[in-house]
T-cell receptor
Framework: GAVVSQHPSWVICKSGTSVKIECRSL??????MFWYRQFPKQSLMLMAT?????????EQGVEKDKFLINHASLTLSTLTVTSAHPEDSSFYIC?????????????FGPGTRLTVT | TQLLEQSPQFLSIQEGENLTVYCNSS?????LQWYRQEPGEGPVLLVT?????EVKKLKRLTFQFGDARKDSSLHITAAQPGDTGLYLC?????????FGAGTILRVKS
């Protein structure tokens, strides 16, 4: 399957600061990437769909001005958590779709653990 | 309400036992994926099922897609401690994946 990397793997920041998380598709060009949020022992919650060269599509209830997504190239999408607060602490995971298998599959990055103090 | 109902939510069994995880929906999916996730890592794709009635095997894991493509099951034979993790089903719905709530499996030795 496709290889997706994320950076950083973990980050601790102070309340009110912004944090940028990078998601890279290493071995194929991903026109679409997805950003998820996951709380402990729970499933993944889709935050937004990131499309290369266009605006991201946000899920209901996700603040687009707080979670800024940029998909400037076919291999890189970034998620910036602006003015982070402790309630934003979570595990953020990106994925890319495609790969030419003929079925719809997503390949996930290793995740980024964000802790806001 | 969850579009994809996954059960059970938690499962703690002894090594060597068999188990089945279920995903059910009232909606038809074009395809359905099963993922396994370990703590602090991203989900890893196990299998994709596309055709109604399809059965796929991956070593001790057997995946089945319902005839109507509304449900799926994952059966593990002779579970081992290494099978411990969070198992997630996800259905292709539109251009997105809809995830079940997940099943936390713990296999005790």
């Amino acid at each position: 399957g496709a290889v997706v990397s994320q950076h950083p793997s973990w980050v601790i920041c102070k309340s009110g600061t912004s944090v940028k998380i990078e998601c890279r598709s290493l071995d194929f060009q991903a026109t679409t990437m997805f950003w998820y949020r996951q709380f402990p022992k729970q499933s993944l919650m889709l935050m937004a769909t990131s499309n290369e060269g266009s605006k991201a599509t946000y899920e209901q209830g996700v603040e687009k001005d707080k979670f800024l997504i940029n998909h400037a190239s076919l291999t890189l999408s970034t998620l910036t958590v602006t003015s982070a607060h402790p309630e934003d602490s979570s595990f953020y995971i990106c994925s890319s779709s495609g790969g030419g298998t003929g079925a719809y599959e997503q390949y996930f990055g290793p995740g980024t653990r964000l802790t806001v103090t | 309400t969850q579009l994809l109902e996954q059960s059970p939510q938690f499962l703690s069994i002894q090594e060597g036992e068999n188990l089945t995880v279920y995903c059910n929906s009232s909606s038809v999916f074009s395809s359905l994926q099963w993922y396994r996730q370990e703590p602090g890592e991203g989900p890893v794709l196990l299998v994709t099922v596309v055709t109604g009635g399809e059965v796929k095997k991956l070593k001790r894991l057997t995946f089945q897609f319902g005839d109507a493509r509304k449900d799926s099951s994952l059966h593990i034979t002779a579970a081992q401690p290494g099978d411990t993790g969070l198992y997630l089903c996800a259905g292709e719905y539109g251009n997105k994946l809809v995830f079940g709530a997940g099943t936390i499996l713990r296999v005790k030795s």
